[in-house]
């Protein structure tokens, strides 16, 4: 008998092919057995598949319940299929900007009809007119200076023929259009006590006149102001020679080395005399005094205010004398020059007076 392949080559039966079926087929490495090819038909349908079921697969990520693959569309498997080409991202939310709420427009405001500014009237009006004692005080505005032509006051007493004063401005004064009573060698105000020495005392009127062009041509205003009457102040430097003097005669009192603001015979008991008080604090009647040396300004703590009262005989009416008293600190220049700034606001009107000098002390 000839012997088989195995025998030959001395292999135990169990591993021939015809050995014990008890014994498990190998695997086909070499395809020696190779199985039926299917149809082109079969492949693509398997492809798909599983195209179909590794998506469905990778959609259980995301959804509990998995698609049947023959129930998805042409395009739901192209769109599986790209998502399959790379690793699986966990989709981003898409941030969602909101729409801003419409602003309601404002309803726009009309604009105000911008006032027209009212057309000066060409003429003088009186800032003020006063006394303090037996001196008078004149400042006049004059509006429109182009179209006043002549401006002229006199001061006068009642049944005297002869005027107490009388002024005309010249055409530079009229053209500066303000104007401040200064007589003689006085900085301010016209002193009426030499008139008043041949007649008898009385307020003087003021009489004003001036000429304006107008439409109607040239045209003359006369008008009659009466004097409202202030408190007369004296400021001055109290000296060590004052003492027995004239001064201490005048005054009565004297505050050696001392600044010295001084009221007499004021009807009003509550005014306030004060060290560097601002103007716009001022009340009708107040006077503040503001005294520097070397730059310096004395403070207010330097100061102390005296206040008198006293009646004259047969008269009922109760006057109040000041007197605001200021030292010279002991840190300042003992001897020197004092720059003294006086200012008041009258009682009559709401005017407000500067008044500044040099004082040796």
Same mark, same amino acid.
């Not at 591993?15 to 079969?42: C, Q, S």
């Not at 006063?130 to 007493?157: D, G, H, K, N």
């Given at each position: ?137 004149? !400042?006049?505005?004059?509006?429109? %200076? =182009? +179209? ?6 006199? @001061?006068?007493?009642? /049944?005297? #023929? $002869?005027?107490? !004063?009388?002024?005309?401005?010249? %055409? =530079? +004064? ?6 401040? @009573?200064?007589?003689? /060698?006085? #900085? $301010? ?173």
């Amino acid at each position: 008998m000839r012997e088989t392949v195995h025998e030959l080559n001395r292999i135990p039966s169990e591993f021939h092919e015809d050995g014990a079926p008890e014994i498990p087929e190998l695997p086909d490495e070499f395809n020696r057995f190779p199985r039926p090819v299917k149809t082109k038909e079969d492949r693509s349908r398997l492809r798909k598949m599983m195209l179909m079921l590794a998506a469905a697969g990778l959609a259980l990520i995301g959804v509990f319940a998995p698609l049947s693959p023959d129930s998805l569309s042409a395009e739901a498997e192209m769109v599986q299929t790209e998502i399959t080409a790379g690793p699986a991202k966990t989709p981003e939310a898409s941030a969602v900007t909101p729409t801003p709420a419409l602003t309601p427009q404002p309803t726009p405001t009309p604009e105000p009809t911008p006032e027209a500014s009212p057309i000066p009237t060409p003429g003088v009006t009186i800032g003020y007119y006063y006394r303090a004692s037996q001196v008078y005080y004149v !400042l006049l505005r004059i509006s429109v %200076p =182009e +179209q006043v032509s002549a401006v002229s006051f006199r @001061l006068a007493a009642p /049944d005297v #023929e $002869e005027p107490a !004063l009388e002024i005309e401005l010249t %055409p =530079e +004064q009229i053209e500066n259009a303000i104007y401040e @009573l200064r007589v003689g /060698d006085r #900085e $301010e105000g016209f002193d009426a006590n030499e008139f008043f020495a041949h007649h008898a005392e009385a307020d003087l009127t003021m009489e004003l006149t001036y000429t304006v062009l107008g439409e109607a041509g040239e045209e003359t205003v006369i008008e009659t102001i009466e004097p409202t009457v202030e408190d007369w102040i004296y400021w001055r430097f109290d000296s060590e020679e004052d003492v027995g003097g004239i001064a201490e005669m005048m005054f009565g009192d004297i505050f050696p080395n001392c600044f010295v603001v001084r009221i007499f015979d004021s009807p009003n008991s509550d005014l306030a005399v004060t060290v560097g008080s601002d103007a716009d604090t001022l009340k009708n009647g107040d006077v503040t005094i503001r005294v520097r040396i070397d730059g310096r300004e004395i403070p207010a703590e330097g100061g102390r205010l005296l206040r008198g009262r006293y009646r004259y005989e047969g008269d009922d009416t109760i006057y109040y004398d000041y007197a605001l008293v200021i030292p010279i600190p002991e840190d300042f220049p003992q001897h020197g020059t004092a720059t003294m700034t006086l200012t008041r606001k009258l009682t009559h009107s709401d005017a407000i007076i500067i008044r500044e000098k040099d004082v040796e002390y």
